[in-house]
């Protein structure tokens, strides 16, 4: 298991590397760029991470996190499932919309380019969990028997995609500001509810 310092060291060497990234660019930064920014040695650094690429897969992995936990509170109450839905979609937005998120996703469609496999493991790290996650939260909604989805994995998908929508796109290409609290707070408040009525069905 690891030690409280191993823990401390990894998360320097992740903040490091973060910052280092959003200032200066991927490419532009090197190991021993992120081994002084943490800062500990490069053999330490590379005890962690083996490549600039595991690394940027952690970076995303900890940007990933406050949704990743955000399932973990969950509940299948009847009563819960909309301030459920409202949570997860707060906890996406969050991450998508952050000067953080909208960063890093630049980087990675630029490396993914000519590296294809990072691009693979990102999806797995920052969606594919997600959405696995949602799937699970939908299927054990049709265990209660009080919703009857009938497709759980596009039922999921089609979350994560009418909340990213068009103003993501935007916002990528610095054309729109990035959304504050309350307007992303009005646009979830509106659409789940238009959500439910298309997916969760009530049985009864």
Same mark, same amino acid.
């Given at each position: 298991?690891?030690?409280?310092?191993?823990?401390?060291?990894?998360?320097?060497?992740?903040?490091?590397?973060?910052?280092?990234?959003?200032?200066? $660019?991927?490419?532009?930064?090197?190991?021993?760029?992120?081994?002084?920014?943490?800062?500990?040695?490069?053999?330490?650094?590379?005890?962690?991470f083996d490549s600039k690429h595991s690394l940027l897969v952690a970076v995303v992995d900890e940007l990933c996190h406050a949704i990743s936990q955000t399932f973990e509170t969950l509940s299948t109450d009847i009563n819960k499932v909309e301030s459920n839905l409202k949570q997860i979609?707060?906890?996406?937005?969050?991450?998508?919309?952050?000067?953080? $998120?909208?960063?890093?996703?630049?980087?990675?469609?630029?490396?993914?380019?000519?590296?294809?496999?990072?691009?693979?493991?990102?999806?797995?790290?920052?969606?594919?969990?997600?959405?696995?996650?949602?799937?699970?939260?939908?299927?054990?909604?049709?265990?209660?028997?009080?919703?009857?989805?009938?497709?759980?994995?596009?039922?999921?998908?089609?979350?994560?995609?009418?909340?990213?929508?068009?103003?993501? %796109?935007?916002?990528?290409?610095?054309?729109?500001?990035?959304?504050?609290?309350?307007?992303?707070?009005?646009?979830?408040?509106?659409?789940?509810?238009?959500?439910?009525?298309? %997916?969760?069905?009530?049985?009864?």
């Amino acid at each position: 298991m690891p030690s409280n310092l191993s823990n401390l060291k990894r998360d320097s060497i992740i903040t490091g590397a973060t910052r280092l990234f959003l200032e200066q $660019g991927f490419n532009n930064v090197s190991m021993e760029k992120v081994a002084q920014a943490a800062p500990v040695s490069k053999a330490t650094l590379y005890n962690y991470f083996d490549s600039k690429h595991s690394l940027l897969v952690a970076v995303v992995d900890e940007l990933c996190h406050a949704i990743s936990q955000t399932f973990e509170t969950l509940s299948t109450d009847i009563n819960k499932v909309e301030s459920n839905l409202k949570q997860i979609a707060l906890s996406f937005m969050d991450l998508i919309y952050s000067k953080e $998120g909208i960063a890093i996703y630049g980087l990675i469609i630029a490396e993914c380019k000519t590296f294809p496999e990072l691009g693979i493991l990102i999806y797995q790290v920052a969606l594919k969990d997600s959405l696995l996650q949602l799937e699970q939260y939908l299927q054990a909604l049709n265990n209660t028997t009080t919703f009857n989805i009938d497709d759980t994995a596009f039922a999921a998908n089609a979350f994560f995609g009418v909340l990213k929508g068009e103003q993501h %796109f935007q916002c990528l290409l610095n054309i729109k500001a990035l959304p504050t609290q309350l307007e992303k707070q009005t646009y979830i408040n509106k659409i789940i509810p238009l959500y439910m009525q298309g %997916f969760l069905h009530d049985t009864h």
